[in-house]
């Protein structure tokens, strides 16, 4: 005999789904374009037809039961299965995800490039620097820090070296009178919430002995660091492949060179699209575009500077162990 018990609705399920994983009605209702009171009225249903509660509603927000937990496991697989069907049936453009930054002082200058080669791959962007679901953020590639953690599912491809050094205006160097790394002490240091450690790193990387560089000033994110180094504001530490346009051109200088870091660029390729020939196209660019970026970075002769003062012995000792590593080609 057919079991005649209905079935809780899709839209009741995506409503809890997105709601557990937001982490709020408001928030569930915002992604799906529907009402506050609609997400609500679905999950009440959705416990009515269950027979079992869902979610603990509070003053706080709401959380979700442990039969809450169980369930919304197994939703957030079949709606991941769900997308990627669809996409094999229908691809879409090409999504890369990467931060803002990357975005604006290494992309752009230079996506004009990739469309040349590949007049005919759509491409679209996602600005995050966290983590991300690749099905349900509809993401291809993701370019990441290697210290974010991927997905599970994530097929890696390395970048890059991360190299990093201190940079500053000309007039601000001029004007402080930035010639030595034991002078950071007496200047203005700037750097970024988002990299917390950035000076930290530099110090280990480079064997500085000076004393413990204390931050002035702490920005939101790198495009703000940099506008405020390139304002006279401090000396901030950033990675070479952020400023190089700048330096080019005259805005910032690095006194002291740049030094590979412990960090590297990672490009997280969706398992789902794995080989598919737009994807493909996007990574082979990618690599090459910072395999040359990193080959700027080792042409600095000996570890000399920008400005023309000498690198800190532990920059010129950083360099050398870089060019020894690196393999032919």
């Known amino acids: ?33 529907v ?27 709401t959380r979700p039961t442990a039969e809450g937990l169980r369930l919304v496991e197994g939703l957030a697989s079949a709606f991941r299965i769900i997308q990627a069907s669809v996409e094999q049936l229908r691809p879409g453009p090409m999504t890369l995800s990467c931060s803002a930054s990357i975005m604006m002082y290494w992309l752009l200058p230079r996506i004009g490039g990739f469309h040349q080669e590949h007049p005919d791959v759509e491409v679209q962007f996602n ?15 993701a370019i990441r820090n290697s210290s974010i953690e991927p997905p599970a599912d994530a097929r890696l491809r390395d970048l890059m070296v991360e190299w990093v050094g201190p940079v500053c205006s000309p007039e601000y160097q001029t004007r402080i009178g930035l010639t030595r790394p034991d002078g950071l002490g007496a200047v203005r240091l700037l750097a970024t919430k988002t990299r917390m450690e950035g000076w930290r790193d530099w110090v280990a990387a ?21 506008q405020a180094a390139v304002c006279g504001l401090g000396v901030a530490v950033v990675p070479r492949m952020l400023v190089d346009d700048d330096l080019q051109s005259g805005k910032l200088v690095a006194p002291f060179g740049f030094v590979p870091s412990r960090r590297k660029l990672v490009l ?54 870089a060019r020894s590593r690196r393999t032919p080609g």
Do not use: C
């Open 268 to 321: 997280w390729v969706a398992p789902n699209l794995d080989g598919r020939a737009d994807v493909e196209a996007m990574a082979g660019w990618l690599s090459q575009e910072m395999k040359a970026s990193e080959n700027a970075a080792l042409a600095v002769v000996g570890g000399a500077t920008a400005a023309g003062l000498p690198a800190p012995a532990g920059v010129r000792a950083a360099y050398a162990r």
């Open 206 to 226: 480079t064997g500085y002995d000076g004393a413990a560089p204390e931050v002035a000033a702490r920005y939101e994110h790198f495009y703000l660091l940099i």
């Open 1 to 33: 005999m057919a079991n005649t018990t209905p079935r809780p609705s899709l839209n009741a399920l995506r409503a809890f789904e997105t709601t557990v994983r937001l982490g709020s009605m408001s928030a569930a209702a915002t992604e799906l374009f």
């Open 35 to 61: 009402t506050h009171g609609a997400v609500s009225r679905h999950i009440r249903s959705l416990e009515d037809q269950l027979g079992v509660l869902l979610l603990e509603r509070s003053g706080q927000g």
């Open 127 to 141: 600005m995050n620097y966290d983590r991300i679901d690749f099905v349900r953020d509809n993401i291809g590639l």
